[in-house]
């Protein structure tokens, strides 16, 4: 099978992002498809959902109607803001897009966070709530520099963050840090090399490599099952595969720390290179893109372009 001819065979967001990261495509022609991403398919749908008053289903982190017995009995609602940016952020919806534009201002001037009323892009008390937030932030055209300052004045001493730390926790959570993470390497992108920034961000990397992206410290045993899952939408929830696709997108080189955690997205590959789309966290949904116990396109996507490169690094880091 051809992956890229299949994968192309789908919606704006997975295209555009085959052409630039599969396909090596001519900016432009990137470009073109991705200003579909906004107007057709999954990103078109999800803007279509956001309410008058600026909120995806009446809440920042949780839809207005949200309750402590939903979560207990079907888990996290998934249809909240936080939830509709992270996905439209990992859609590639074009920022510059006027619809897009028109969307982001309706969440500033009216959305605010349930913990104390905080504007929405000022963030709450929660580091990795506000990781995402500087991530959405950052993606779609606002300067997060003040929440940044905050996230980096919150590193815990073995260098990555938990929410619980608001708890007493002193040692860091995958979950936690993976969501500061991806607000950090948005804002590098937007800002360019910022010392403290890149600093905290590799900090936060060794954290990870000292435990081979999802191994106990003081064991070695697998920390959560789920990290070896790989959801789509991802939501939340951490995963070696996603944890790789962010380090690519740094910039940065593979850690030989990271082997055992490449073999497993290896192994999990079928053998028409495919993916199994094994489904997203459970809790409401608006609608979910793909169907669970078929091949995948998201994560045949995000999948190939981590193999990819990390095996076109492995000559360079043999010769070295």
Same mark, same amino acid.
């Given at each position: 099978?051809?992956?890229?001819?299949?994968?192309?065979?789908?919606?704006?967001?997975?295209?555009?992002?085959?052409?630039?990261?599969?396909?090596?495509?001519?900016?432009?022609?990137?470009?073109?498809?991705?200003?579909?991403?906004?107007?057709?398919?999954?990103?078109?749908?999800?803007?279509?959902?956001?309410?008058?008053?600026?909120?995806?289903?009446?809440?920042?982190?949780?839809?207005?109607?949200?309750?402590?017995?939903?979560?207990?009995?079907?888990?996290?609602?998934?249809?909240? /803001?936080?939830?509709?940016?992270?996905?439209?952020?990992?859609?590639?919806?074009?920022?510059?897009?006027?619809?897009?534009?028109?969307?982001?201002?309706?969440?500033?001037?009216?959305?605010?966070?349930?913990?104390?009323?905080?504007?929405?892009?000022?963030?709450?008390?929660?580091?990795?709530?506000?990781?995402?937030?500087?991530?959405?932030?950052?993606?779609?055209?606002?300067?997060? /520099?003040?929440?940044?300052?905050?996230?980096?004045?919150?590193?815990?001493?073995?260098?990555?963050?938990?929410?619980?730390?608001?708890?007493?926790?002193?040692?860091?959570?995958?979950?936690?840090?993976?969501?500061?993470?991806?607000?950090?390497?948005?804002?590098?992108?937007?800002?360019?090399?910022?010392?403290?920034?890149?600093?905290?961000?590799?900090?936060?990397?060794?954290?990870?490599?000292?435990?081979?992206?999802?191994?106990?410290?003081?064991?070695?045993?697998?920390?959560?099952?789920?990290?070896?899952?790989?959801?789509?939408?991802?939501?939340?929830?951490?995963?070696?595969?996603?944890?790789?696709?962010?380090?690519?997108?740094?910039?940065?080189?593979?850690?030989?720390?990271?082997?055992?955690?490449?073999?497993?997205?290896?192994?999990?590959?079928?053998?028409?290179?495919?993916?199994?789309?094994?489904?997203?966290?459970?809790?409401?949904?608006?609608?979910?893109?793909?169907?669970?116990?078929?091949?995948?396109?998201?994560?045949?996507?995000?999948? /190939?372009?981590?193999?990819?490169?990390?095996?076109?690094?492995?000559?360079?880091?043999?010769?070295?």
């Amino acid at each position: 099978m051809d992956i890229a001819t299949w994968l192309l065979d789908s919606d704006p967001a997975i295209r555009w992002q085959v052409m630039r990261d599969l396909l090596g495509s001519p900016p432009d022609a990137v470009a073109r498809e991705r200003s579909r991403v906004a107007n057709e398919g999954w990103g078109a749908a999800l803007l279509e959902l956001q309410w008058e008053d600026g909120s995806w289903d009446g809440g920042a982190w949780g839809p207005a109607d949200f309750s402590e017995a939903e979560l207990q009995e079907s888990g996290q609602a998934w249809t909240s /803001t936080m939830w509709a940016l992270s996905l439209l952020a990992d859609l590639g919806v074009d920022p510059g897009d006027p619809k897009v534009g028109a969307a982001i201002e309706r969440v500033a001037a009216n959305v605010k966070w349930e913990y104390a009323g905080e504007d929405y892009f000022d963030g709450e008390v929660e580091a990795c709530i506000n990781g995402r937030t500087v991530r959405a932030g950052e993606y779609f055209g606002r300067d997060m /520099t003040p929440l940044v300052d905050r996230l980096l004045e919150e590193v815990l001493d073995d260098g990555g963050w938990n929410c619980e730390a608001l708890n007493g926790s002193v040692v860091s959570s995958f979950d936690s840090t993976l969501g500061v993470l991806e607000g950090l390497v948005e804002y590098v992108a937007h800002h360019g090399p910022d010392a403290r920034v890149d600093a905290a961000i590799d900090r936060a990397l060794e954290y990870m490599y000292s435990r081979q992206l999802f191994r106990r410290l003081r064991d070695g045993e697998i920390a959560q099952e789920y990290y070896l899952f790989f959801p789509f939408p991802q939501r939340h929830h951490y995963n070696v595969l996603r944890m790789l696709d962010l380090i690519r997108a740094s910039g940065r080189s593979p850690d030989p720390r990271c082997a055992e955690a490449i073999e497993i997205i290896r192994d999990r590959r079928g053998e028409d290179g495919r993916w199994i789309h094994e489904g997203t966290p459970k809790g409401r949904n608006h609608f979910l893109p793909e169907t669970i116990g078929e091949p995948g396109r998201w994560i045949t996507l995000v999948g /190939t372009r981590v193999l990819n490169w990390w095996d076109q690094a492995l000559p360079a880091a043999a010769a070295s």
